[in-house]
């Protein structure tokens, strides 16, 4: 059978290998996205939890025997280790943990226990 070709489209063969090429990226798009985790749920997260809880036990410690929160991490007595910052703020503190897998995460705990992460898949 012989192609008509209509100027300014697109053959049908043409049609056809773009929507296959959409359905494989659809495919791939949702096998990557199947390995997202929600914080609560990601073994990375909880370790960066784990780790941001016992940095704050730490820095309570320090607050209830000097009278205040601490000014920087060199005046607790803990490895923080790398992942972890930590920042005096206005009447309490914030510790941040940063973690990859999957994507860019970061994690915040303040004084209040209060858990909060975002990131970048």
């Known amino acids: 059978m012989p192609r008509v070709v209509v100027e300014g489209q697109p053959d049908e063969e043409v049609c056809e290998k773009l929507t296959r090429m959409r359905s494989l990226l659809c495919c791939f798009v949702a096998f990557a996205l199947s390995a997202c985790c929600s914080p609560e749920g990601c073994p990375e997260a909880t370790t960066c939890r784990e780790a941001q809880n016992r940095l704050a036990d730490a820095v ?20 923080a280790g790398k ?29 209040k226990r209060l858990w909060s992460c975002y990131g970048y898949y």
């Open 83 to 111: 992942d972890l910052s930590y920042s005096a703020t206005d009447g309490g503190f914030e510790i941040e943990c940063t973690y990859t897998g999957p994507g860019f995460n970061r994690c915040t705990l303040d004084e």
């Open 60 to 79: 309570e410690s320090h607050r209830l025997s000097d009278g205040g929160y601490p000014t920087s991490l060199a005046d607790v007595p803990i490895d």
